[in-house]
Each structure stands twice: as structure tokens, then as C-alpha cells.
């Protein structure tokens, strides 16, 4: 048997007026995925339990079957892992982000006018956190290059009492000042940030990217503070082998902790433009080595949703259908083995609100060996209308690998 898991970051959605009235979802061409709908088990999952903030972290540790109540130590640790920095228990990471922050004299006054500076390059930012490094850095802070504006922080003998560290896509457009922790073990790392802005703004690699016309990686932005993690085996947990797929250092960090395959897609961007059809061959790649379960992260329809792109994010949902869940699929129906798909979304990221929420997320359960009355079309409502209901969201890696 084998087990494909398609995960669509942020594909929830509400009905908006930027879309008629409609979701993505409804609005997608995605013949797959409905295709799959009419014979197959749909309903809602809890991915973010209540009084748990609605990360990708805690969403997806819950898809893949692992309770955040139990294991959940921070979102940073597990980006930590993937970039390969070895924590001691003492440590404290945090996620730095580089952003692009409007020019106010008063750091306070400043807007976020882009919590992903542009969407910048690894290789620019590279550059970016050398500097940090070189500028902040020190025997108590260490700064580490990941992927994009995805960056980390590790504070030697730290502490995780920081008060209200609010991660910077959830403040687009907004003054920063109201959201700068006021708690005493936080006012070193803001002033970590606000010092950041002094030298960045002036930073050679951002000088380039404004007289291209685009967005300054200008300040460092610092959330998501956590400790060492530690996560169960996955295929000891389960009984069956497993390998993530993702362009992001937070999935490929939960993948590592969890003794699964993490390959590298050339081309994978965590963005509309990323490599769909490489996410797919690396997916049955593992198959084709053995690997039973395999599961595919695209960051997309997120990333579209934080930005407000409607147009964007439908095309995201139809892109992941055609390239990614059609061609895995036709894999699987000519490897002449019984297998199971699940699709769902990690969280709703809403146009309407640019973030994510804790709502319920529409799920699907395929096996290749039953035909079971499903929905006409896979979407937000009909999944609502089935009335199924998975209230703990960690048991439906359960479901999906029939453990319980």
C-alpha cells in the first residue's frame, strides 16, 4: 500500500468580493481532485485545536499525526533542524524574517509594507544575514541563512518568555509599533531589530534591489521562539516510511525530527513560481525507492493568500492539481499497487484577512480500492455538507493509514 498526502498550504478560504462571492476552491478548474471527490470520504478536520495559535507548524504537525499539545516546542526549532544547526538544550531559536519596513524616522512609526521583502532571493539574503552576523552577532546571538526571507536566530541560555512576538504577515500594511513586544526578556531582540534597520537600509544588496524597483530587505524581524524539539519517529510511530517534500525549512525541519526523506527539488520556491512538476517526480522517486508514504507541502496557495492575490491563489490550487496530484496520481494508478490520497490544507488563509485562521479545513480521503458516494466537486461547502467531522485533526494521519 501506498499513501500520498497533497498538502495545500492556506487553500481555505471565505467567500470574498474579490472573487464574486466565492472561494478559490470553487472558483479552481481542478478535475482532479473533484474527479477523486465523487467516490471518496469528505468532510472537515481540526487542524488547530482551540487556544493553539493557527501556525503551519501546528497545523501540519497535526496532519502528519503528532499532537502540539504534546510536542509542539516553537516554529523556529524545527527551521533550525532543516538549515542543520545543531541546538543544545539551553538554546532558544527564533525565526528571523527579513522584511521591508516603510522609512520613518521612529522604528515604531514604521509600516510592514512587506513581510517577505520582495519575495527576495536565497542568494541576496545570504548576503543580508552575512552582515547580521557580522554586525549583531555574538556569544550570545547567532545569526543562520535559510530559504528566502526565512531566517534563524539562536540565543545561547535564552528564554521563551517573551511576551507577543507577532510574526510579520500577520501585520501587512499595519504600523509596527503596537505589535513590538513590551516584555523585559523581549526588549534586547527588538532592539536587535531596530539596530538592523540602521545598517540594511544601506546594505549594498538592498541599494540594487531599490533601483530595480524592488522591495529592501531592511530590518530583521524576529517570532516564533522555541526550544530544541523533539518528535517520535515517524515510521516507528506508524509502521510505515515517509519522506516530505517542501520548499520550506519548517516542513523539512518536522521531516528531519521525524527521521523522514527530505529531498531537494531544484526550482522549489515556496511561491506560485515554484517547481510543481520537480515536487511531483521527487514524490515518485520515493515511491519508486520504497518509501510508502510521501508527503507533498505546496506553500502556494499561502503565500497568495498573505498577499492578497486571488487570481493567484485559484491558479495555485489549478496548478497543484494538473502538476502535481494528476501526474503522482497516474504514477500510482500504473504501478499496479493499492494506495490511498489525501488532500487538505494545513489552515484557511482568507483574502479577506491575509492570514491565517483556526477554522475547520475541508479534507479528502481516496482509496484506490473502494468507491464510496462522495461530493460533486471538492470545496469549503461540501465538505461542510457531508456533516463529517474530525475534531482531533492529529487523527487523521490515523484515518488516512486506517490505525484506528
Keep these: 500500500m501506498k499513501y500520498l498526502v497533497v498538502l495545500c ?17 470553487e472558483l479552481a478548474n481542478k478535475p482532479t481532485m473533484d474527479a477523486l471527490a465523487k467516490t471518496s470520504e469528505v468532510g472537515l478536520c481540526r487542524t488547530v485545536a482551540k487556544g493553539l495559535k493557527p501556525g503551519s507548524d501546528v497545523a501540519n504537525l497535526s496532519v502528519m499525526g503528532y499532537d502540539p499539545a504534546v510536542c509542539y516546542t516553537g516554529r523556529s526549532p524545527l527551521e533550525a533542524a532543516s538549515i542543520g544547526i545543531d541546538l543544545k538544550d539551553t ?14 524616522e521612529n522604528y515604531g512609526d514604521k509600516t510592514m509594507v512587506d513581510y517577505c521583502a520582495g519575495d527576495i532571493s536565497t542568494e541576496e ?28 536566530l539562536v540565543v545561547k541560555e535564552g528564554t521563551t518568555e517573551l511576551g507577543n512576538m507577532t510574526p510579520p504577515h500577520d501585520i501587512s500594511g499595519r504600523v509596527v509599533g503596537e505589535y513590538l513586544s513590551t516584555h523585559e526578556n523581549a526588549k534586547p531582540l527588538v532592539e536587535l531589530m531596530k539596530k538592523s534597520y540602521e545598517f540594511l537600509k544601506d546594505h549594498p544588496v538592498n541599494l540594487k534591489r531599490v533601483a530595480e524597483g524592488k522591495n529592501p530587505a531592511n530590518s530583521i524581524w524576529l517570532w516564533g521562539e522555541g526550544t530544541k524539539p523533539i518528535l517520535k519517529d515517524f515510521k516507528g510511530k506508524n509502521g510505515v516510511s515517509g ?15 521525524a527521521g523522514m526523506a527530505t529531498p531537494e527539488v531544484e526550482g522549489a520556491t515556496g ?36 498577499r492578497c492575490e486571488p487570481e493567484n491563489k485559484v491558479k495555485a ?32 488563509t482568507p483574502l479577506l484577512i491575509k492570514t491565517h485562521s483556526s477554522d475547520p479545513v475541508p479534507y479528502l480521503i481516496f482509496d484506490s480500492r473502494k468507491s464510496l458516494s ?31
Design 317 to 348: 490550487i489549478e496548478l497543484i492539481d494538473e502538476l502535481v496530484l494528476k501526474r503522482v496520481k497516474e504514477y500510482l494508478d500504473s504501478a499496479n499497487e493499492d494506495y490511498r490520497i489525501l488532500i487538505c490544507p494545513d489552515h484557511p
Design 243 to 257: 519522506a516530505v517534500i517542501s520548499a520550506v525549512d519548517l516542513l523539512k525541519g518536522i521531516g528531519i525530527c
Design 374 to 404: 462522495g461530493v460533486d466537486t471538492f470545496t469549503e461547502a461540501t465538505a461542510t455538507a457531508t456533516g463529517r467531522f474530525i475534531e482531533h485533526g492529529p487523527s487523521i494521519m490515523d484515518r488516512l493509514l486506517e490505525n484506528s
Design 91 to 104: 538554546d532558544v531559536t527564533l525565526r528571523c524574517n527579513i522584511v521591508t519596513l516603510s522609512d520613518e
Design 9 to 25: 498550504d492556506g487553500m481555505a478560504d471565505t467567500p470574498s468580493h474579490y472573487l464574486e462571492n466565492k472561494t478559490p476552491m
Design 271 to 306: 511561491y506560485i513560481d515554484t517547481n510543481f512538476v520537480g515536487k511531483a517526480d521527487a514524490a515518485i522517486e520515493e515511491f519508486k525507492k520504497g518509501t510508502e508514504l510521501v508527503y507533498i507541502h505546496v506553500e502556494a496557495p499561502d503565500e497568495c493568500g498573505h
Design 125 to 152: 539574503a545570504a548576503e543580508i544575514i552575512k552582515t547580521v552576523e557580522e554586525k549583531l552577532g555574538n556569544d550570545i546571538y547567532s545569526f543562520y541563512s535559510g530559504v528566502s526571507y526565512r531566517h534563524c
